[in-house]
């Protein structure tokens, strides 16, 4: 079974520019998640969705921030504006769906705003 | 606002030992918790997913324990090898709106 795929797996942009991230999840998973990790720190949850509809959205800057999950299946993170604090990995994770069942998680995107 | 914590964040052992790495919850309303590695420049790894009804759950050299009502739960390694050596991170899913917290990890070196 194929894992989550992200892409790219690094990205440099200046302050100001405009980026965007790719997800596709593993095959039938319902739940799709996107998270922010700092250096030093754990995941934070930005966005959670279940099929094409959004669950949580609770801690994503919405004034620089915007996701989409386009027929319940690919789903692209952007962020325009970037700040230089934005500079952390970016973490694309899915499960079954419902409440009970573990995540998976892929690679990760690298970002580094200069 | 569910806070999760984990202790000790760094830890070093010389390969062979048994060891326990600790997360703390402060909001015991779950619905799951679920232990992950994270190897340096990796993704997430699953390793265990215990459900608010269950106590424990094991996988190889692997047990995590759950203690909901006192918001703990503990991982334990038994005869830790280099290969362990990683990031480990709990995750807690809140049983009201589903909502993941995730703690800073504790970072574990063994020793060949």
């Known amino acids: 079974e194929a894992g989550v795929a992200q892409s790219p797996r690094y990205k440099i942009i200046e302050k100001r520019q405009s980026v965007a991230f790719w997800c596709n999840p593993i095959?039938?998973?319902?739940?799709l998640y996107w998270y922010q990790q700092i250096l030093g720190q754990g995941p934070k949850l930005l966005i959670q969705?279940?099929?094409?509809?959004?669950?949580?959205d609770s801690q994503l800057p919405k004034d620089r921030f915007s996701a989409e999950r386009l027929k319940g299946v690919d789903s692209t993170l952007k962020i325009q504006p970037a700040k230089l604090e934005d500079s952390a990995v970016y973490l694309c994770?899915?499960?079954?769906?419902?409440?009970?069942?573990?995540?998976?998680f892929g690679p990760g995107t690298r970002l580094t705003v200069t | 606002k569910q806070e999760v914590t984990q202790i000790p964040a760094a830890l070093s052992v010389p390969e062979g030992e048994n060891l326990v790495l600790n997360c703390s919850f402060t909001?015991?309303?779950?619905?799951?918790l679920q232990w992950f590695r994270q190897d340096p420049g990796k993704g997430l790894t699953s390793l265990l997913l215990?459900?608010?009804?269950?106590r424990e759950q094991t996988s190889g050299r692997l047990n995590a324990s759950l203690d909901k009502s006192s918001g703990r739960s503990t991982l334990y390694i038994a005869a830790s090898q280099p290969g362990d050596s990683a990031t480990y991170l709990c995750?807690?899913?809140?049983?009201?709106?589903?909502?993941?917290?995730f703690g800073i990890g504790t970072k574990l070196q063994v020793i060949p």
């Open positions: 969705f279940q099929n094409n509809g959004v669950v949580d």
């Open positions: 909001d015991s309303a779950i619905y799951n």
């Open positions: 995750a807690v899913k809140d049983g009201g709106y589903q909502k993941v917290t």
């Open positions: 994770a899915s499960s079954l769906g419902g409440q009970g069942w573990e995540q998976y």
């Open positions: 095959s039938g998973h319902a739940t």
């Open positions: 215990i459900q608010s009804s269950q």
